[in-house]
């Protein structure tokens, strides 16, 4: 049986008329990094402060580390570390001081511990500075140390990356697989930058609307992106009609745009056709077998869903 | 709780606002030592701490405590804190109790600095006939006066809840100093919650008719409702992210 961390059950948030989350189903698993994947207004956000008990679900169920987080909330909320949006902290107060006022509150104070933790995110030397002189990208990786602080075996982290330049991108990203893969800890991370989530997730919850449509793993996601050939030809209006007369048609079988030919049919003959096009006295500058990025996959599967 | 007020102190260091109202506090006093030269309107301790503390509690206070307050509660919304803080996690009942004792300590601490430098600005500007007991006397009416005040704010918690920004709590602290004295002479000011903690620390509120036990029901019904509504929607409320 597979052991959820999260799981939610028709889980929605309605204010007003405005239906926000709209009966989510999440299942996240132990272990695991889960990219949850949206536009922005999606309802991402809102999904994750009803997980931290920030917002209260108009209906529905969740279910943390199996159990409901009602009855055993202290339990369960102190095993859980987060970041929502920006990070808030205290502008006239170090990094270490903010980071002192989380754990003393949470009752698990370790000078040396904090110390470690803003080593870990590179801000040991900017430890004794105000937090209201901190750039974006070192209140994030701020957060980030608070998230991960008390040692947490849940991460809920809500578009950390965002304000970080392309370093920082890629520190976070090598902290958090590291924190996935080395510590077990199960992360729930959100993002409207779809690369980042193909880069850190096993597991792709795509929602739009408020709605969840579907939780992907990673090797399913790679068997559901759409394949096809692409051919660079120097006369591109020949090759068109030479796939006419073996009966494919424009714009459902291939596509034609200037010299390349994107083939999305038939594609275990495109040495055929390559042979085809040689023959018919066409140079064939470039063939390759490409995979749809999940930028297009994203956009097609939220219009036809 | 200890260590909740304990974070609460290590939260207004290098504060403004902190600095702000203990000038607050040195204030009345000031005021004080400034009509004693000018005027003379004090010739002794006594009158200095019973002026100084009328001035305090019914004046100054209003305003100082309203802006306070708006920063104790209203600075986790503005600075986004409240989210990492209730995510931690705090029970929010205990977090908002614990804000009300800070708030508490707060005015103690400006009791004291009002009190004490009532007495240096006595010495500075001459006066004679200090004894403990004046002292004792003018900081127990003080720190009486300022207690009933504490529990007149709770609605005040509440406002700062709903509206962070803290302009309004100015305006509003500023208004209801305009209103104490418009009616402090009035007849029915003790059924006003924000002068009757004046009239009972001083005495005055024998000179009217009403019982002292209706001024105390009036603070009384004024913080439970205060800490009532507070409550639920600071527990019942959606964190803003």
Redesign the interface.
């Known amino acids: 049986m597979v052991d959820y961390v999260i799981e939610t059950n028709n889980l929605s948030k309605k204010y007003s008329n405005n239906l926000v989350v709209n009966s989510v189903n999440m299942h996240v698993e132990k272990g695991k990094i889960y990219g949850l994947l949206g536009k922005n207004g999606a309802g991402k956000t809102t999904t994750m402060c009803m997980l931290l008990n920030l917002t209260y679900p108009s209906s529905g169920e969740i279910s943390l580390f199996g159990k409901n987080p009602k009855d055993y909330s202290k339990e369960i909320y102190s095993n859980i570390g987060s970041i929502i949006e920006t990070p808030g902290f205290y502008e006239n107060l170090t990094a270490y001081e903010n980071l002192k006022i989380i754990s003393k509150i949470r009752g698990d104070f370790d000078p040396f511990n904090i110390n470690s933790v803003l080593k870990m995110v590179n801000l040991e030397n900017a430890k004794s500075k105000k937090y209201k002189d901190f750039s974006l990208g070192m209140k994030q990786r701020l957060g980030i140390a608070a998230a991960i602080m008390h040692n947490p075996e849940l991460l809920i982290l809500d578009e950390p990356i965002n304000g970080l330049d392309p370093f920082g991108i890629k520190e976070i990203r090598t902290l958090l697989k590291r924190l996935s893969h080395e510590f077990g800890i199960t992360i729930l991370i959100s993002s409207h930058i779809l690369s980042e989530i193909e880069n850190i997730a096993d597991v792709i919850g795509f929602m739009d609307a408020g709605v969840l449509i579907e939780e992907i793993s990673k090797e399913d996601l790679h068997n559901r992106l759409n394949k096809f050939v692409e051919f660079e030809v120097s006369n591109s209006d020949l090759a068109v009609n030479i796939l006419k007369e073996l009966g494919l048609k424009e714009n459902k079988d291939f596509t034609k745009n200037d010299d390349v030919i994107n083939l999305y049919s038939n594609l275990e003959f495109r040495d055929k056709f390559n042979t085809l096009f040689v023959n018919s006295g066409i140079d064939v500058k470039k063939l390759n077998l490409c995979e749809e990025n999940l930028e297009d996959f994203f956009t097609r599967f939220v219009s036809n869903n | 709780m200890l260590?909740?007020i304990?974070?609460e102190f290590?939260?207004l260091?290098?504060?403004n606002i902190f600095l702000l109202s203990l000038v607050g506090a040195i204030t009345p006093p000031f005021l004080m030592f400034i009509a004693v030269l000018a005027f003379g309107e004090a010739t002794s301790f006594e009158t200095m701490f019973t002026n100084g503390n009328m001035y305090m509690t019914a004046i100054f206070a209003i305003l100082l405590y309203a802006i306070m307050i708006s920063y104790l509660f209203g600075?986790e919304y503005n600075?986004?804190?409240?989210?990492?803080?209730?995510?931690?996690?705090?029970s929010r009942g205990k977090f908002l109790i614990s804000k009300y004792i800070m708030f508490l300590v707060w005015i103690l601490i400006l009791t004291i600095v009002t009190s004490v430098s009532t007495v240096i600005f006595g010495f500075i500007a001459g006066l004679e006939g200090f004894t403990l007991k004046i002292f004792i006397d003018g900081f127990a009416q003080l720190l009486y006066a300022n207690v009933l005040l504490f529990l007149t704010f709770s609605p005040f918690v509440f406002l700062s809840l709903l509206i962070t920004n803290m302009v309004p709590a100015m305006v509003g602290g500023a208004g209801l100093t305009l209103v104490n004295l418009m009616v402090y002479s009035q007849s029915w000011a003790p059924f006003v919650p924000w002068v009757c903690p004046y009239l009972i620390a001083s005495g005055e509120i024998a000179g009217y008719s009403t019982s002292v036990n209706v001024s105390y029901g009036v603070i009384l019904v004024t913080f439970i409702i205060g800490l009532a509504i507070s409550y639920i929607y600071f527990t019942?409320k959606?964190?803003a992210?």
């Open positions: 260590t909740f304990e974070m290590l939260k260091k290098r504060s600075r600075e986004h804190t409240l989210k990492t803080m209730l995510t931690i996690p705090i019942k959606d964190v992210v």
